[in-house]
Each structure stands twice: as C-alpha cells, then as structure tokens.
C-alpha cells in the first residue's frame, strides 16, 4: 500500500479553529501554485508507482476553478485511474454540478465534506460560511453524479455546544445516511481565532467532562445507527473505513505534495515548508531518516487510534520484539487502559477519551 496526498492551500475565508497549512484564495496564485505542484510531482513520479489511494486535501480544493481543477486531475490520471480510492476534500457550499461530473470523469470516488455542524449559531462561531442546506445540496448534487462514497467532517465540544446541538448534528447525519462520517473534538490550537479570543477573555471552552458526556453519546448513537467505531474519530458503514486514512495509521508510506505536505517514503519522512513564497522556490523543508526506535513509537501512536488497535504477531514481525517490553505498558494493562485479546492489543472504546495517557509513553 502507497498513498498520494496532494494539498491545495486556498480557502475562502478561515475558519476560527484552523491551524492547517492554508491561505486566503487569491486568483493569481492558483495558476502559479498548480504549476509548482505539477513540477513537485513529476519530481517525485518514481515513488509513485504503485499508488493505490489519492486524496487531495487543504485548505479547500474546490475553490478552484472547473478549468485549473480539470488540469490537475487530468495530469494526475495516470495515478487516479490505477488507485482504489480517490478522494477530495470539499467546502459543500462550493460543490456545483460541473464539477462533480469532473470529478466522476477523471475518477474520484470519495467525496470528504467540511460540515462542522449545522447549527447556524456554531457555523457562525466556527468562521464557516454553508448552512445545512447548502450541504444537502451537495450531497444531492454528488449522488446524482455517480459518488456515493461521501464523508461528512464535523467538530463537536465547541464553545457554547450543547447536548441538543450535538443531537440534531447527529440526527442530520442519519438522515443524510452517507456511509463515512468524522467527529473531531474541537483542539484549540495556537494562533487560530480562537486561542487569540481566549487569551482576550472572550470565549469559554466547555468542560472535559462534558466533552467526554457528548463523545459517548456519538459512539453509542452512531453505533445504534449502523456505523462501526474503527478509529477514535472515525465511523463508517461496512467496507466504507477510509483507506486512505487506514495507511497514515497503520504506517505506510505515502508521498506528500504541496506547500505544508509531509510524506514518508522509508527510511525518510520529510515536510514541505508551509509558507508559499518558501514553498515555490524550495519545495522541501526537512527530511529526517526515520529510525527503527522513532518507527516504532509511531506504529503504536497510530496504531493505537484504531478501535481494533495493534497486532502483536505484526509488530514482532516487523520489529523482532513486543511492544510490552519496548514500551512501558504493564501498567495500563493492569489499570485496564489497554487490553490484550487474542493477537491485538487495543485501547477500549470507553477508554478512548483518556487515550493520552498511553500515548504519552511514545513521545
Ligand atoms: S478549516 Fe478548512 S476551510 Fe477552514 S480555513 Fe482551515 S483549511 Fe480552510
């Protein structure tokens, strides 16, 4: 397994919570920036034999134009037409009909949208410029186009959220009844709108605990409905799990484009600088050989998201040992943290939301 990511940094505007590699859309660059990302992979197309998942992430691809958005899928064809999943990331209220019709020609299969919520009073709070029926549309939109594999992303434990907010997302979601869906708790991360808001005293996070209330009440709810927990943020109907998203956590390499893009093509991982102007004349900012003690420590971190956790007859495979004595692990075995059951080793589902307390002991 070998994935492509390919990130397109333009937005419409930035949302409150965001600390992605993204800028603000300005027409001129989008020429530019489709030129450089075409060098860097043609630069990088003998790592690319053998791609079997593409996902072209942001930032917000869609805010390109059908014609520059039909020269990158046309020049990625090769790759798209040999890969099982193909996916793009979309703001919903941008999706038109043209462009699902390219995006079916040219071969994507799976449409991941930024939802959020679709409480208008949270759009608003989270710098999101849709409304529920923009998303609706899109679906329509997608559906009547071929896609049926559509994600929707939502964030949940914003300020100001309560229980009903988090029901009625919910709600929304079976009755859209697409087959992938994302719940992110909302991580305040340094200079994003929201951190400057708090350290001026104007925004109030929620509690943990009620946080940890509203993330069991989408597990159970989201499994009443059909959908399997396969990773702490993730659920899906069967044979919908993301296989794009499975190779970062199982490990596996994939190659990275773009400005802010990291890629990991063993023994290397590298980054690509996050700035534009850096980006367009240097490409990549570091890479750093990976050794097998760093490799280790992020097959567990990854690992270790996934509900059915790590083999442990993999891992001695691969590493001629056990993570039990590579790790100090015992102890959240006995505390019951961490479980052991045939060949896995797997954080339960009721265990997730302390889940950082073991991965503290791989950083
Ligand atoms: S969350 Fe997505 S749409 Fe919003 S600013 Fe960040 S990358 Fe752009």
């Not at 990854?302 to 590579?326: A, Q, T, W």
């Amino acid at each position: 397994m070998r994935g492509l990511y390919i990130h397109m940094p333009f937005c419409k505007q930035i949302c409150s919570y965001c600390d992605f590699p993204k800028m603000v859309s300005s027409i001129e660059n989008y020429r530019i920036y489709l030129d450089a990302i075409k060098k860097e992979i043609n630069s990088k197309r003998n790592d690319l034999e053998g791609i079997t998942s593409i996902y072209i992430g942001g930032g917000t691809p869609n805010v390109y134009p059908d014609n520059l958005l039909e020269e990158l899928l046309d020049y990625i064809y090769p790759y798209l037409k040999n890969s099982k999943e193909n996916t793009i990331e979309c703001n919903p209220e941008l999706i038109t009909d043209s462009q699902a019709k390219l995006f079916y020609k040219y071969g994507i299969n799976r449409v991941s949208l930024g939802v959020q919520s679709i409480s208008p009073s949270a759009l608003s709070l989270l710098g999101r410029h849709h409304k529920m029926e923009d998303v609706t549309q899109a679906i329509n939109i997608l559906r009547a186009n071929h896609i049926q594999n559509i994600s929707m992303d939502f964030i949940f434990g914003f300020p100001n959220e309560d229980i009903d907010t988090l029901l009625a997302d919910l709600d929304y979601v079976y009755s859209m009844n697409v087959p992938h869906v994302s719940f992110y708790s909302l991580i305040l991360e340094d200079k994003t709108i929201f951190s400057y808001l708090l350290s001026k005293g104007k925004l109030k996070l929620l509690d943990d605990d009620i946080i940890a209330d509203m993330y069991d009440i989408i597990n159970k709810r989201m499994k009443e409905h059909g959908y399997k927990h396969y990773e702490v943020s993730n659920y899906a109907k069967e044979g919908f799990e993301s296989i794009h998203n499975e190779l970062y956590w199982k490990e596996e390499e994939y190659v990275g484009i773009g400005m802010g893009a990291s890629g990991f093509i063993k023994p290397y991982r590298y980054s690509n600088y996050k700035s534009l102007k850096k980006y367009l004349e240097l490409v990549e900012e570091e890479k750093i050989e990976i050794d097998s003690s760093e490799e280790k420590k992020e097959f567990m971190m990854l690992g270790l998201r996934m509900l059915d956790g790590i083999s442990l007859s993999y891992y001695e495979m691969k590493y001629h040992s056990s993570p039990i004595l590579d790790f100090d692990l015992s102890k959240h075995i006995d505390s019951g943290i961490l479980k052991i059951e045939d060949d896995r080793l797997f954080i339960p589902e009721d265990k997730l939301f302390i889940a950082n307390i073991v991965y503290e002991e791989f950083v």
